[in-house]
């Protein structure tokens, strides 16, 4: 059975730091690339970061320099590292496999206020 917990959100100020977790169960994780999605305010969801299962990562250029994706496979998990955070990150953070599965979990709120 396919799982995906997103954790890690909160409210911080401009400028501030977060770091989000993705807990992953139901296949086997090592094998597939993982991304880092979000969905703003009104808009559609979008892929911020993603990283193939041999470590290669890609960025948005919205986040590039900001963002910092990462995975540990021993632990089935990944992460997303923001810092220098803007209000237009304001959004609820998924995770996923790269490409998407059509299950997607609850999300993890992020809101930095100006």
């Known amino acids: 059975q396919v799982q995906l917990v997103e954790s890690g959100g909160g409210l911080v100020q401009a400028g501030g730091s977060l770091r989000l977790s993705c807990a992953a169960s139901?296949?086997?994780?090592?094998?597939?690339?993982m991304g880092w999605y979000r969905q703003g305010p009104g808009k559609q969801r979008e892929l911020v970061a993603k990283i193939t299962r041999g470590g290669s990562t890609n960025y948005a250029d919205s986040v590039k320099g900001r963002f910092t994706i990462s995975r540990d496979n021993a632990k089935n998990t990944m992460y997303l590292q923001m810092n220098s955070l803007k209000p237009e990150d304001t959004a609820v953070y998924y995770c996923?496999?790269?490409?998407?599965?059509?299950?997607w979990g609850q999300g993890t709120q992020v809101s930095v206020s100006s």
């Open positions: 996923n496999r790269d490409p998407s599965l059509n299950y």
């Open positions: 139901g296949w086997i994780f090592s094998l597939y690339g």
